[in-house]
């Protein structure tokens, strides 16, 4: 089974998200912190990393962009609105990850 990292802010969205992928894959939902998910990232060694940008504060963003570049090999799926990537400044191309762009 496919492990996912699941890293968001709680809320009934990410909730719902996380419960439908449970059939399918072995989901660790985690809060966002940049620090310890640097840990978690050894620790659960997951096959794909998804992350939910709504509700995020920018230095949690900040810190998880910098924990993907380190982690360049390690397939990342980043969703959210246009707006947060311009607010959190992040480039899509540079980090080589998906923008599913979601109505606000």
Known sequence: MKRVLF?????????????AMLPYFQVQLYIADAGMAGQLLH??????VLIFLSRLSRADVMGLNILLRENANL??????SMYEFQTYGLNIYLLMIIHCCCAA
């Open 75 to 80: 397939p990342t799926v980043v969703v959210g």
């Open 43 to 48: 620790i659960f060694q997951p096959d794909i």
């Open 7 to 19: 890293i968001a802010e709680m809320n009934e969205i990410v909730k719902n998200m996380n419960e």
